[in-house]
Each structure stands twice: as C-alpha cells, then as structure tokens.
C-alpha cells in the first residue's frame, strides 16, 4: 500500500491546513510579544531596584549626618562629661539637654 494513495476525508485535509495557517503566525507574533515583554519587565525591575538603593542610600547617608552631629553634641557639651554626671540632678540636666530636637543644617 502506498501512503501517497491514502485516502484522508476532505474535512481533516482543510482542518489541518487552517490550523497550520493559524498557529503558525501565532506562534511567531506570540514570540515577538514574549521578548519584548520579558526585555520590558527586566528594564523596569532594574528601574525600581535602582530607584530602591537610591532611596536606601539617601536614608542611610542621613542616620549617619544624625549619627555624627549626636556625638559631636557630646564631645562638645561640657554638662555631658562623665564627672559632671556624678548626681542625680546632673543626670536629669544630660537628659534634658540631649532631647533638645537639632536643626537640619
């Protein structure tokens, strides 16, 4: 028996060639679409990653502008020298002067 002499019914010959017409073009325009849109999402999670550390390093670079200014109010406040920390009222007097709220320079 020869397969060129197979007979296949008129139906599944049309089917088969409309749906290679049909999943043909799709999967190529479904491809396009796929890159584009992965390449699309990888720039923007780059974006929100950079903006992210951007903001995290603005907010570390000021707890340390916080951190310095903090210590140079002790090194410099002579009420807040550990000899004139030796009574009670002189502790409160510390407590009072380091809540004082500083200034942004």
Do not use: C, H, W
């Amino acid at each position: 028996m020869r397969f060129n002499q197979l007979k296949i019914p008129l139906f599944y010959q049309y089917l088969l060639s409309y749906l290679l017409l049909l999943i043909i073009p799709l999967s190529i325009i479904g491809g396009f679409v796929y890159t584009y849109y992965t390449a699309e999402l990888k720039r923007q999670v780059t974006s929100y990653n950079e903006r992210m550390m951007l903001q995290l390093q603005n907010n570390l670079d000021s707890n340390i502008k916080d951190i310095v200014k903090f210590s140079l109010k002790l090194s410099t406040e002579s009420g807040l020298t550990p000899y004139a920390l030796e009574n009670n009222y002189n502790e409160y007097y510390a407590k009072r002067l380091l809540s004082y709220p500083e200034t942004n320079v």
